[in-house]
């Protein structure tokens, strides 16, 4: 990579993506920095952190827009492309590429074929996509009607504004994708002893079905699950709560000291309001989510199918093998299609849902050189 010509800046390619309800750039792989912790600097000055505002680069100030991918050719067999995902965060200097984001993935099919990284097919693409932050696999579909990316269509999903063009993504393997299992506790639902000033015990469900989290119904926490995101994140107390007890689950999780890392992601349930299956108020981990995420709804539809879990007695999940859990969220609903092993009900074999993605703007990033160099 060069300078350009008129600066001290280093122009590096990349296209502003939505991917469902989060927004970030995509890089591919060979144009950024090989070297781990150079390329970590490198998204930091290109997002701007930490500045809680991310007034000096393409971040958003807020967890959901303060996101990356980076893509390549996968070299794995059957699969047709690797992913990257890396969290920051506004106000922190942190590089997070442990845990998922169902929703940047949406968008790394359409970055390839816009990149030329694999032939658009006639119809439709579909493309394996590998995320290499947990060995997750899936598959993708996108419409490709003449040959041609077609972006506009008439799927609506809830916290992006008007309609968009369809994008498919069928998870082959999402149960333990961080934790060491689907329940990592060997448990359906737990009963949590929280240390600290105002020490409290509490029910929740540990799971990761593509996600970490720690399920809690709103009510034990003296909050009804139907609040506003903004009376949610002003509730101080609340919130330490939560923190508290993420903290004391990180361990029982497998996951450790949990107290730098974005995961596992903290849900308040209640039962539903608007028709669906729960009620859902989630936080990522210490922001209420205005909606919520891809693999975090996948999660929490997967307690609500399991016999046992905190759900029990609020969530209302239809019968059958093959069941579309409707979660509700801050600002409508997430559908998730779940089917279940005949020989074994408490046993997740497939989950597929629907999402939009589109280019925003493409382009170059500008760095310092210094920066860029590791100077």
């Not at 007034?55 to 990356?68: E, M, Q, R, Y």
């Not at 497939?350 to 500008?366: C, D, F, K, S, Y």
Request: net charge negative; hydrophobic share 40%; charged share 20%.
């Amino acid at each position: 990579m060069t300078t350009h010509d008129h600066s001290d800046l280093v122009p590096v390619p990349c296209i502003l993506m939505r991917g469902g309800t989060s927004r970030g750039p995509f890089f591919l792989e060979s144009e950024l920095p090989s070297d781990p912790a150079l390329r970590d600097r490198f998204l930091l000055a290109a997002m701007g952190s930490p500045d809680k505002r991310q007034i000096d680069g393409l971040g958003g100030a807020h967890p959901l827009t303060s996101k990356v991918g980076i893509v390549r050719r996968s070299e794995t067999p059957g699969v047709d492309l690797d992913f990257l995902f890396a969290q920051l965060q506004p106000d922190k200097d942190t590089v997070d590429t442990s845990p998922n984001c169902g929703n940047m993935l949406a968008a790394v099919l359409p970055f390839a074929l816009e990149r030329g990284l694999l032939p658009v097919r006639q119809g439709a693409t579909t493309a394996r996509v590998l995320t290499l932050n947990t060995g997750m696999q899936c598959d993708v579909t996108v419409r490709t009607p003449g040959g041609r990316l077609q972006y506009t269509g008439e799927a609506r999903i809830d916290g992006v504004p008007g309609t968009a063009a369809p994008i498919t993504i069928d998870f082959l393997d999402t149960a333990g994708s961080v934790c060491p299992s689907l329940l990592p506790s060997g448990r359906v639902l737990d009963r949590i002893d929280v240390p600290g000033a105002e020490p409290f015990a509490i029910e929740a469900t540990l799971i990761d079905n593509g996600m970490p989290m720690v399920l809690v119904r709103a009510a034990d926490l003296g909050v009804t699950g139907y609040e506003d995101v903004a009376d949610l994140n002003a509730n101080t107390m609340l919130k330490a709560k939560l923190e508290a007890l993420r903290l004391a689950v990180g361990p029982v999780m497998g996951l450790g000291d949990v107290t730098n890392k974005s995961y596992p992601k903290m849900c308040l349930v209640a039962a539903p309001r608007a028709g669906g299956s729960i009620a859902t108020r989630c936080f990522i981990p210490h922001v209420c989510h205005e909606a919520i995420g891809v693999l975090a709804a996948v999660t929490v539809a997967t307690a609500c199918v399991l016999g046992g879990s905190v759900t029990a007695g609020i969530a209302n999940a239809p019968a059958g093998l093959v069941k579309t859990v409707s979660v509700e969220h801050p600002t409508g609903e997430f559908s998730v299609e779940l089917e279940l092993d005949k020989d074994n009900p408490q046993q997740v074999i497939r989950a597929a849902l629907l999402r939009t993605a589109r280019p925003i703007m493409r382009g170059e990033v500008l760095v310092s050189q210094d920066i860029w160099r590791g100077e």
